[in-house]
């Protein structure tokens, strides 16, 4: 599934959120890439997949997210991006909440609205 994105993105295997959690063994220990809605706060670090998972506190629909040395997640703050990381399967982050970890987020930009 994921090899020839792997050469295209760089090493990494590009994925909707769903596909890591719903088929987490099956992407453990990859680098891959998501978008999804991302939300920076003390004990909650997370890319959801909707604005409205943010918004109700559906982790179970989040990846936790740990940052590389040297990257700003804060630069994604409440807003829809690009994250690139290695997925740790599993239940994560504070209070073990989430559905598992973007760990090592070495990319987090911002996605531009189609309208």
């Not at 994250?83 to 930009?109: K, W």
Request: proline share 1%; aromatic share 10%; with cysteine.
């Amino acid at each position: 599934m994921c090899a020839l994105q792997e050469r295209m993105f760089d090493g990494y295997c590009m994925l909707s959120i769903v596909d890591l959690i719903a088929n987490p063994e099956m992407f453990d220990g990859r680098k891959v890439l998501i978008q999804g809605y991302v939300h920076i706060e003390f004990e909650g670090q997370g890319v959801y997949l909707h604005k409205d998972d943010f918004r109700y506190g559906i982790t179970r629909n989040a990846l936790w997210l740990t940052a590389a040395g040297g990257v700003d997640l804060k630069k994604c703050q409440d807003s829809y991006s690009l994250v690139r990381g290695t997925f740790r399967a599993g239940i994560g982050g504070h209070n073990e909440m989430f559905s598992g970890v973007l760990d090592q987020v070495t990319q987090c930009s911002k996605v531009r609205s189609r309208n």
